[in-house]
């Protein structure tokens, strides 16, 4: 039958670089694969099959592999099961050197292997501040107190026995992409914008806890929420956020939470940078002002031009990365290719993404992939003849608010090089004449 | 601080069956949650929790965790992460002596013990007619072949070139809910309906390859799909099903589908038995008429009331079921209880879910959790306070054809009680006053 790229010569690796992310076998052959006929798409996309009737008339022997002529691994050998051996290569990276200590760093999600808008669980990025804590569920609490009628102190049985609602929300890092803001174009989207995931999360509405335990509405105006874990990890939430679409937390994906999410409790602050979304949630303290806790008096705060910070800036305003081609990969034929990202708005849904393959100059507009959320991601889909030059690729989401995601030359121009959270520019993607794909910054 | 059930007199083990699946932990404890102070829902709601001043006034020593106090683990303790240690029963199940061999067997889904509608791909059913086979994606090939202009056998890298769909679908073994045809009662939801699973799935649309090999349009009327595995299985498709929303997937929530699921290609038949969603796929060939395969004569068929089998009936029609409570759960407070549960139909959207907690007399109409997506489960949920009294509790889902999930009196009075698949009869849940929760028929 056929083998894999006939034409060994024009097989090239990709970058040796520690901080690439190889992505996954299958993904990683498409992207590599050397047969090029040229001509239309259609006529490129199959350039790598063959003919079955070449094959029967060639009398080739029949290829019956070892796997259709004998008994399988029996049913239940995993009774929660994994992927397949193949794909050990997806799987979350940390950038080495990044934090001081291995318990207050960031395993980054490989968004190039995937597909959808559900991250695995397995593969969400994380972010602790303090390690992660080993949290016995039935030893573990939730306080709920300050200006409330009814302070309560709930089990976890409480928590489940609420109403529940299950919403797929992302979370991502206020950090992520923030290498960018300077001059660093990190090699790969795990790096640049693996701080991002998406689930379906299952919990109680927060207000559906405010009501039972009574707030003062005449006084209260924030909440604090603090985490389980060594670091007490606490945020100021507005009040008016925490009444509309917060959620505690227990289910993510159909199941518990995975522990590194924040087993058995979390926040779920929709649309807002991912520290607020508390893990091992255990308190939430209703109060009159903010908190001015470390992690938003010291981090987590945007550092201006003129030297001023701005803080508690929550909001993620719309952004998108085309993950595929991505850095690091290199494409090894001209024709059809189709183009995949994510787009998504801490402000609503994503109306519409556009994509450039000349670094913005001419726009086409992508396909969504339904269902589109509000505050989840979406994925965007748009084909592509490659005609063998440069290019350089981008994506544009425009949100139902109407914003559209800024060029990093507006956003510079507003913000200055020295932020580091709230990077949501436009990424660009160069494929060179040789096919391959690396992070450049269109200035 | 306030300790797990006050009242131990009043705790009852789950039933110690072998086929019981026993709800995770947590929802377990919710179940089983002794205090029952009584009053209205919101009272009954809290009970088990303590007022926060109470435990602040009894100078209570702060109950501060070790883990609270301590580094957690690293971040990447796993590249790819599992679930926490205390959710180890949240697993994959096999009913003991179901089938002759294990490699033609079920594992069940713990539905019990899921939130939400996406089910966990380490969760997902399986069901195996020759075992799993461990398929090399690179060797991997598809053959398309018979009354086409272009026959052609496809790698994995040419596969994942096409322009891709992602699409959220349920899969539902023919033979789910089987053993109530007769007047058996299987102990729990996992066992009853547990060979049900709902995923994100990504791939190609099937239309999309047969375009591109040409499909003789004049005398083309069916497909036949075959599995790599041993035991080649094979189905026979409709043509126009095939052109309308079959993918060839390789996609599963986010990442490569997982062996069991038929890694690296499976066919996936929104809203058709699970059967026809050939694993494995390794090819597919265009005719004039049905194939009349081994597990389409002589099984997958139904066996009607006068003695003739009927053949080829794919599409699953509306069903629903509650799964908590459920069988072999315990309820042992009376007041506030969620009833929550899944929909689905095979012809497209669920419409609407009522909800009967007295054997059908009187319904109540559920709420849907977003998305409702078509031929994709739905999540419904309903609130209830029980008086301690008996009940039986059902569901009964309307499908936005107009269909009506029938009582399985209607179902039996066509098609007799000696039926393997195809059975979508209203489930009932029986509590009785002590609280436990079992399978019963309502005739």
Redesign the interface.
């Known amino acids: ?2 083998t ?1 790229d006939g034409k060994p010569g024009r097989i090239r690796p990709a970058p040796e670089n520690h901080l690439a992310a190889s992505p ?4 990683r ?2 992207l590599r ?1 050397a047969v090029a006929l040229g001509g239309g798409a ?1 006529a490129a ?2 350039a ?6 070449d ?1 029967l008339d060639k009398n080739l022997p029949p ?1 019956v ?1 070892e ?21 050990a290569n ?5 950038s080495p050197g990044l934090t001081r ?7 980054f999600t490989p968004l190039q ?12 990025f ?3 501040h ?12 939730l ?3 300050g200006l409330v009628a ?9 928590i ?9 929300h992302f979370i991502e890092c206020g950090a992520n992409t923030g290498m960018e803001w300077g001059n660093v174009a990190v090699p790969t989207v795990q790096y640049s914008h693996g701080m991002l995931s998406c689930s ?3 919990g109680v509405l927060l207000s559906t806890l405010l009501d ?1 335990v009574g707030i003062d509405r005449a006084k209260a105006k924030y909440l604090l929420a603090e985490g ?3 670091a ?1 990890l606490t945020r100021t939430i507005p009040l008016a956020m925490a009444l509309d679409d917060v959620l505690v937390c ?2 993510q ?8 999410q924040g ?2 409790l979390r926040l779920l602050v929709p649309g807002v940078q991912g520290v607020s979304s508390v893990k ?1 949630l ?1 308190r939430i303290e209703v109060g009159d002002q903010p908190w001015n806790t470390r992690e938003e008096a010291l981090h987590y705060i945007d550092l201006m031009p003129g030297g001023k910070h701005r803080q508690y800036t929550w909001i993620h305003e719309a952004k998108s990365v085309i993950t595929a081609p991505s850095g690091g990969q290199v494409l090894l034929d001209h024709g ?3 183009i ?1 990202g994510l787009a998504w708005s801490g402000r609503g849904k994503v109306s519409r993404v556009d994509v450039s393959t000349d670094g913005g100059r001419n726009w086409r507009t992508a396909r969504l ?3 589109v ?1 509000t505050k989840a991601l979406t ?1 965007f ?1 748009i ?1 592509w003849t490659w005609n063998g030059g440069p290019a350089l690729l981008q994506s544009r989401v425009i949100d139902e608010t109407g914003y559209v995601q800024p060029t990093i030359r507006q956003l510079r121009a507003v913000r200055g090089i020295r932020s580091i959270y709230h990077n949501n520019a436009i990424q660009t993607w160069r494929v060179d004449a040789t096919g391959e794909v690396s992070n450049v910054q269109v200035l």
């Open positions: 039958m056929v894999d996954d076998p299958v993904r052959g498409f694969r259609l996309r199959t790598g099959s063959v003919r079955a009737d094959a290829h592999p796997w259709s002529r004998t008994l399988g691994a029996p049913t239940l050998a995993s009774p929660y099961g994994v992927p397949a051996k193949y794909e997806v799987k979350r990276r940390e200590t291995p318990q207050s760093s960031v395993a292997s995937l597909f959808g808008i559900i991250t695995p669980s397995g593969l969400h994380e972010r602790h303090a390690g992660m804590p080993d949290v016995d569920p039935h030893q573990h609490r306080m709920v107190h009814n302070p309560r102190i709930y089990t976890m049985d409480d489940v026995r609420f109403p529940s609602v299950s919403r797929v379906e999360w299952t039972e389980a874990d060594g007490s227990y289910g994906n159909g199941e518990m939470l995975r522990p590194e087993y058995p091992w255990r059809y290719h189709e995949t992939s339904e269902p959320l994925r889909r084909d």
